[in-house]
């Protein structure tokens, strides 16, 4: 009923039969709406909520830190009322309750301001479904390591494909590259490669590899209270502020392109924009805390990522599923491994004790054979065998070529390998590779022929001499051509054993 209209027409001298024969009725109802306030609201009929009858039992369960599932678990298998109600009724009780718990004095949040130089805050954002043009990267996730000073504001992003250890450290130290210093404090979430948890008095223990960089670098590691992401809220703010900010809206063909992009938003708010928060560029702050970081260390230009590897009983260390030798010495001992960019360097205690170019792909083996001395001297073959694999594993032309002459002169092979294996150290790679390659090229196979396109006479700071005792041995074999006997020849030698043996046989008999 529109009391509105039966007011209106009351105004304009309708009698109460009139306005209730116009709008369909009872003139007593009309006496009634007259006599009322015009803005009365009708009454709210009184139900009881079928949820309210487990009220006591909600605020039991919220204390045990139930989820809102399990609670409507529990309800529903109630021995005595069972609640038959809706999903969306059940949530909707509950969901004020849980609010108003959180509202009380101790929980009130207490915004504070870094001081020059003190905290930096570090996070991982991620984007599933990138948006990426290049077909064959469509669809595929990426992550952003960010960073953001909390006095100064500014702000380091950097794009990845993954989240590992090591991924995490570079990205850190790229940062502190980029701000020119080591802040005091660096402060996280409970990431996996930070922390591996807690200790019998809740605080945290320091994932090997993020303590020992901390430690390297002169900062303080914290971590937030577990649940409680608002303890680094200038970076969470940053997370957001990539997604709706950077990426909202735009499409890149290629990581390159998100690269040259990410530095140009970067320059915009690092350097042009004035933050929200403290109204000023934050680049204008950042000279500010730079005079209070502590200094860049050397190492932050090719830091070596630290690991504790054990040898196993093959003399070799696994590191990212690619395995490196070490001294035979060390099988079965523990040692510790610095991960370059380029390199891997193994350390027993301070000592050295091995250095491999690092590589890339999988389930390689990366071998000096010095480091097998010891076995060769009661396994000679086994010499033989590693100087191989080592020869081969040097480049494709040259795997080749090792092939072909362990077909070719396989009778030879031990002295041929050992040959080449000393001229490849006493050369150098890239001379005994050119050598090797212009070998194949002429179709000289053997160590002799290597050994002559090295002492050919070309400007060279040394020549090599190989030990007199194997070219002796080497001088005793039969010209290439000799060894290269015609297919058929062989194939008529066969023959003809093959029928002097039953001959022989026949007469024997």
């Known amino acids: 009923m529109d009391r509105s209209t039966i007011y209106l027409l009351h105004q304009k001298g309708w009698t109460n039969l009139e306005i209730a024969d116009f709008l369909g009725h009872h003139r007593d109802t009309i006496a009634r709406v007259l006599r009322e306030p015009l803005d009365q609201q009708p009454a709210k009929r009184r139900r009881t909520s079928s949820v309210a009858r487990f009220d006591a039992q909600i605020r039991s369960w919220l204390e045990q830190h139930l989820s809102v599932q399990r609670m409507l678990e529990l309800a529903r298998a109630d021995p005595d009322h069972p609640y038959h109600g809706k999903d969306a009724a059940f949530y909707n009780y509950v969901r004020p309750i849980k609010r108003a718990r959180k509202l009380t ?82 402060t996280s979430d409970n990431m996996k490669t930070i922390t591996l948890g807690r200790d019998s008095a809740n605080q945290p223990i320091w994932h090997p590899a993020w303590q020992q960089c901390a430690v390297e670098f002169g900062f303080h590691p914290t971590v937030c209270t577990p649940s409680a992401a608002n303890q680094k809220g200038a970076v969470e703010n940053l997370v957001k502020f990539v997604k709706g900010n950077f990426l909202a809206g735009r499409t890149f063909y290629d990581d390159a392109e998100l690269e040259y992009e990410r530095a140009i938003w970067l320059h915009h708010v690092n350097d042009e924009r004035p933050s929200d928060a403290t109204e000023q560029i934050p680049r204008a702050l950042l000279a500010a805390e730079q005079a209070t970081f502590g200094a860049l260390p050397a190492m932050a230009h090719d830091y070596g990522f630290f690991d504790t590897v054990k040898v196993s009983r093959e003399s070799m260390v696994a590191i990212a599923t690619n395995r490196y030798s070490v001294p035979v010495q060390f099988v079965g001992l523990s040692l510790t491994a610095r991960i370059h960019t380029s390199r891997i360097e193994l350390f027993h205690g301070p000592t050295l004790v091995a250095t491999h170019p690092r590589q890339f792909g999988r389930q390689a083996r990366v071998v000096i054979p010095e480091h097998f001395e010891a076995v060769f001297a009661r396994k000679p073959r086994a010499r033989i065998m590693v100087y191989r694999d080592w020869l081969v594993g040097l480049s494709a032309s040259a795997a080749s070529y090792i092939s072909l002459l362990c077909r070719k002169r396989y009778a030879e092979m031990d002295d041929q390998i050992a040959a080449l294996y000393m001229l490849a150290q006493q050369a150098g790679l890239d001379e005994f590779l050119a050598a090797v390659a212009l070998a194949a090229e002429q179709q000289t196979i053997g160590a002799e022929y290597v050994c002559a396109l090295l002492e050919r006479p070309r400007p060279r700071p040394a020549r090599v001499a190989l030990d007199a005792d194997l070219l002796l041995r080497l001088a005793d074999v039969p010209p290439q051509r000799a060894v290269e006997r015609d297919l058929a020849h062989y194939e008529q030698y066969v023959a003809n054993r093959e029928l002097t043996g039953a001959a022989a046989i026949g007469g024997a008999a």
Not at 166 to 178: D, G, H, K, N, P
């Open 105 to 186: 004095p101790d929980a009130v949040p207490i915004r504070f301001e870094g001081l020059p130089g003190e905290l930096l805050q570090i996070d991982w954002g991620e984007t599933r479904r990138f948006p990426f043009t290049r077909p064959d990267l469509i669809g595929q996730t990426r992550y952003f390591f960010a960073a953001r000073l909390k006095y100064s504001r500014f702000m380091f992003v950097r794009f990845t494909s993954e989240m590992r250890e090591e991924t995490l450290l570079r990205c850190l130290i790229a940062c502190f590259v980029q701000l020119g210093g080591i802040p005091w404090v660096v």
